[in-house]
């Protein structure tokens, strides 16, 4: 359980962190932390430099993936005791996440000199630096700290293990058939996740769509029956039977939720929520979940990777897993794959889809499509491995997903519009924009698109847009031709399209360099209505369910948290 406490805290650890927020993948962590820690009266005061017994708490900074970043170290009689996350611009949903294992790490070690947290490289250099930094005011040297700096102890042997159920992912779907699995009465299960953090892509989303039947569309009047959701999704390209089980599966997905204490209060709309209007729902919903799993015990197992299925005369019986130490078997009563798709996976996305590699991707470093392969040579069933949701603008390089209300206008370098802001997207919009001079497009908006659109009043508070109180202005800070600019605006306005607003006159003005990128690949491993995988002849692969972005999935994240949640109460209808 040593491992639990240590996560435990991890979730209880982000009410020390402040951040100023926001992704290097789409943006979904709350706007508002839900507590921070600033220097005040109450905290210890910095010491100054001490060389010989060192007590006191000594300030170090460190640069991450989103500028400066500052810690406290509190030293006692020379050794470290304490550690404090202090300013820093990191994405909270990462940093809140990665920063107790760091914490624990450098405390035990009584150095820097100490392994990243997977997925939060940036992160963790910054806040080892930092440390190093510090340290030097006690009169410790640790060496030049870099990106490649890892600990200098060979971790243990893994041994193998038994279990009643194996998840391999610990985004959405896995951390719910885990959680739905161990409600079901399954008591022994295994969650391994290959990253250092939990929770995927998922922690950075802004919406839940597809969510019905929920108090926040109850309060407002949106009646929406699971029919009416059968009817709007018959032409995606589910079994009649994988749809209704989602439809129904999303009609009680809300309650499930919230007794998880996991509130999704706003109703943006149809079916659409956020946590509440200025919080987003991704970061909400996974820290409910990851809070709930290792509340019913569920063994996580971070920095483990699944490389293969124990297959046994047709049957999966268990995982092959790759750690730092080595690998080992977990033999298993029943496995769920929740891995995610492969919009990290250049030579995968060549080999299945339309040309989509040249992309760059908004979605987690962990979608590697690691058991593509696996599926292919155990005669597993693929489907609609061709199809990629595309989203039209992240921000460059932080990317963050942008973009949404009316009347943004799309530049390059030489301040020219190039293309029908309004109706070019996907592919053709990507191809369209590394065209152009530098490969650089820049986003426009107006005070106008600033007041109607959250995710860009956000970011433009984030730092995340440069701001002009004239275009002159804006096109020197974001180093585009200004009187190139100034004419395209000039032509908008003058020839507006159909039902298009002008572009205001008066300032102030944003902007921010973006780049269109793969959001998520929808094709993935078949499997039915139960999650069970399905063998190229449709026959059922014993003992294998799957579940997420892994498989065909015509829906996205609430479908993914649905099926998982599928997952694992079939996994227990089948085995106990």
Known sequence: MKNNKRVLSLLAAGALILTAACSNT?????????????????????????????NGVFEGKGSGYGGELSVLVTVEDGKMTDLRLLDNHESEPVSKRAFPILKDRILEAQTPVVDSVSSATFTSYAVKTAVADAASQFGQDFGKITMATVSAEAPAAPEDAATQLVVVGGGPAGLAAAIAAKQSGVEDVILIEKLGILSGNGKFDMNFFDLINSKAMNKAGIEYTVEDFIEDKKDNGDTPERLRAWAEGEWTLDAWLRDMDILLNQSNGGTNHMAESDVYAGDHIQTGLEKRAYELGVDIRLENKGTDLIMTDGVCTGVVVETKGGTYNITADAVVVATGG????????????????????????????????????????????GKMSVFSYILNPRRDLTGGGSGFLLVNKNGERFLDEKTTSGLKLGTAILEQPDGAAFYLADRTLYEDNFRTRKHVTAGYYQQG????????????????????????????????????AEGPYYGSKVQTANHMTKGGVTANERTQVLFEDGTVVPGLYAAGEVTWVSGAYSAAVTFGRIAGQCVAEDIL
């Open 26 to 54: 789409p943006a979904a962590e709350s706007p508002t932390p839900s507590a921070s820690v600033q220097p005040s009266e109450s905290q210890p005061q910095v010491t100054a430099p001490v060389t010989a017994a060192a």
């Open 342 to 385: 492969f919009c990290n996976n250049k030579e995968l996305l060549a080999k299945y889809t339309d040309g989509n590699e040249v992309l760059e991707t908004s979605n987690s470093m962990g979608t590697t499509g690691d058991f593509v392969p696996v599926f292919e040579k155990n005669g597993m069933g693929l489907e609609n491995m």
């Open 469 to 504: 109180e004239t275009l002159e202005e804006l096109a020197e800070k974001l180093g585009i031709d200004a009187a190139g600019l100034k004419a395209a605006v000039e032509d908008y306005n003058a020839n507006l399209p159909e039902g298009a607003r002008p572009f205001d």
